[in-house]
T-cell receptor, first 111, second 117 residues
C-alpha cells in the first residue's frame, strides 16, 4: 500500500483558502487518491476522490500533478465549521481493499 | 436507511464482560468494514466483509475479537472478556462496489464509544 505523508496540523482564518498537500511517492497505477474529513465524535466523511489532474465538487477541489506523487486538497473560503482532521488516502481500485488511514492533518479555523 | 447506523452509541462495561456492537449498513452496500479509533489516534482497520464472508480479518487484535455479517446486511462485532485497552470508538463503514470492482466513497457511522472499567 502506498504510504501517505501530510502535515500534522494547520491553522487558518475564516474566509481564507486552505490547501493541504499530501505526498504519496510510491502510488501505483491503479490507485486513486481520496480525502476524508472527520469532526470530533463522528466517523470520517468522504470529501473527494480523484485519479489525475483536477477534480472539483461542492465541498473542495483536488489537484493531482502528472506524476501523481502528491495531491493537494483545497478548501475555499473556510468557516469555523471546517475545523476538523483531514485524511489523505491512497486507495487501490480493486474491490475489497481496506482504507488505511494515516495521522491526518488537524485544521483549525480561527475567527 | 439513509446512513450507516451503529448501536449502541455508548457502552460502558466491566472488565471481563463480553460486548456486542451492531452495524446496520446502507441498504445495498455489499462491503462492510470495522475500524477502531483510540482517543486522539488514527483509525485502525479490524475486518472487512464482502457480502457475508470476511476475506480480510487481518486487523482483529486478538482471538477475543470476532465479527459476523448475516443476510449481507447487519454486522455484529463481539469482544469477549473485555480489557481496558479495548476502550475506543468502534466505527463501521459500508461501500458500494460496481460490477467492475470500482469502489466509491465509504460511508461511516458515528461509532460506538466503548469504555471498559
Amino acid at each position: 500500500l502506498a504510504k501517505t505523508t501530510q502535515p500534522i496540523s494547520m491553522d487558518s482564518y475564516e474566509g481564507q483558502e486552505v490547501n493541504i498537500t499530501c505526498s504519496h511517492n510510491n502510488i501505483a497505477t491503479n490507485d486513486y487518491i481520496t480525502w476524508y474529513q472527520q469532526f470530533p465524535s463522528q466517523g470520517p466523511r468522504f470529501i473527494i476522490q480523484g485519479y489525475k489532474t483536477k477534480v472539483t465538487n461542492e465541498v473542495a477541489s483536488l489537484f493531482i500533478p502528472a506524476d501523481r506523487k502528491s495531491s493537494t486538497l483545497s478548501l475555499p473560503r473556510v468557516s469555523l465549521s471546517d475545523t476538523a482532521v483531514y485524511y489523505c488516502l491512497v486507495v487501490p481500485k480493486a474491490a475489497g481493499n481496506k482504507l488505511t488511514f494515516g495521522g491526518g492533518t488537524r485544521v483549525l479555523v480561527k475567527p | 436507511g439513509a446512513g450507516v447506523s451503529q448501536s449502541p452509541s455508548n457502552k460502558v462495561t466491566e472488565k471481563g464482560k463480553d460486548v456486542e456492537l451492531r452495524c446496520d449498513p446502507i441498504s445495498g452496500h455489499t462491503a462492510l468494514y470495522w475500524y477502531r479509533q483510540s482517543l486522539g489516534q488514527g483509525l485502525e482497520f479490524l475486518i472487512y466483509f464482502q457480502g457475508n464472508s470476511a476475506p480480510d480479518k487481518s486487523g482483529l487484535p486478538s482471538d477475543r475479537f470476532s465479527a459476523e455479517r448475516t443476510g449481507g446486511s447487519v454486522s455484529t462485532l463481539t469482544i469477549q472478556r473485555t480489557q481496558q485497552e479495548d476502550s475506543a470508538v468502534y466505527l463501521c463503514a459500508s461501500s458500494l462496489y460496481t460490477l467492475q470492482g470500482r469502489s466509491y466513497g465509504y460511508t461511516f457511522g458515528s461509532g460506538t464509544r466503548l469504555t471498559v472499567v
